[in-house]
């Protein structure tokens, strides 16, 4: 046996303490000069091939791994932290976040439970949520990776409470009866795979038809729930959404609250969009409801800007929740004392070692306080529809969905007709304005129409940077225009 013992801490702190304040220096350039820079650009070749090198059997500086990073890494990131990112529907992360990260991995403890001052801010985080969504002191709550899987432990825990059989016990082939799960037709497909993934198949999922504000209808919601009963279907689950991801639109919360109440349904919200609606000064009434749900799934990753990842999922009946994970094995039992005391909070989830990711959130909340992070909601609805007035003012284009919240769905026209046509169009608008760097919107398929789609959830985002955005869609559609003409 050999005398030398080896350790992953440096040998030499002084340089590790230098290099540590590089990268902050260089962190806050980066984030101080964002808005010059490209939103997205292509990765060239010699990026590529760098990421393709063999694993690393001989050990080099850091300095030369973080200079290679320098190089590689952030020109090439995705950009959502750029003020004129739209696409899809993200976060824009911010610095103390960042910070929070770091000192939950020199914190270094397992959020799987223990005695510890990091589950205090873990559980005073879920604590603050149940606060700020109306729920009671004695609900329960857990964060989680991210909305889909925030929404997995909600139906997870419904399921169990509606099975009608032990399920844990005796798996879905015990359970009496078929269940059902309803939510519009704009449902997030998270919905579908985790039905999947509990056994239940998609089928266990009715999506019903949305109005003309793409929320759910009602009517057709309680026709669905009377047809099931009556073919020996229980009906176990709505899913309010608050804020689809198509539109952001919002389904009549107070009405599905009484039916599931009336029928004895559990009644879940998809806020993985709007549940933070709550601190919006100016809009928390279009969330009207959500404090009478059973369960709430939100992302802080997208409206509150936590740096990736970060879901949390609420239950009002704490005991139905813990008694849907609650796990333990001979070589972790709960003591009195000790650092095995206290709340073990991979007893309400499917993970067991979790993240620190408590400390991002409770870090920008106390820094910023929850009225600033609720204006910031406001100030992206208010974008919104400013763009949504720019558009309405320009012949060229045609608004394709109302905007009812932070999503703008519109598509350049400019008096052409064919769908097939447009899609091409602005299919092609799209790519170009995302190679340009100038700024990245995604697109959808909305009743049949393509178009492109703004989601601005994006707090560096100006009123300027929707003008520049769309002033260089026109110039690209008439670009686009022209070519056909000449190729013709
Ligand atoms: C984003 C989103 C999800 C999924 O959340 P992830 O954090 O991406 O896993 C679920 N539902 C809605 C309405 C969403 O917008």
Redesign the pocket.
Known sequence: MSDFEETLDPDDWTSSRNLGHQMIDDAIAHLSEMRERPVWQEMPDTVRSFFKSPAPMAPQPLDAVYADLRENLLPYSMGNIHPRFWGW?MGSSNFTGALGDFLAAIDGSNLGGGNTAAAMIDIQVVNWFKELMGFPEDASGTLTS????A?MVALNVARNALAGVDVRAEGILGMPQPIRFYASDQV?S?HQKALETLGHGASALTEIESDDHNRISIPALQDAIAKDRANGIKPACIIG?A???NTGALDDLVSIAEICRREGIWFHV?G??GAFLRLAPRHKHLVDGIDQADSI?M?P??WLHTPF?A?CVLIRDAQRHFGTFEMHGHYLQMQERGLMAGTFLADYGFELSRGFKALKIWMSLKENGVEKLGRLIDQNIEQARYLQQLIAANPKLELVAPVDLNIVCFRYTNGVTDEDRLKELNTEIMLRVQESGLAVPSDTTLDGKHCLRVAINNHRTRRQDLGLFLDTVLHIGAELEGERRANA
């Open positions: 529907y991210g909305g889909s899987m929404n997030h998270c959404t804020g689809t991801t998809d993985c969009i799934a992302d990753h997208k990842e879901g």
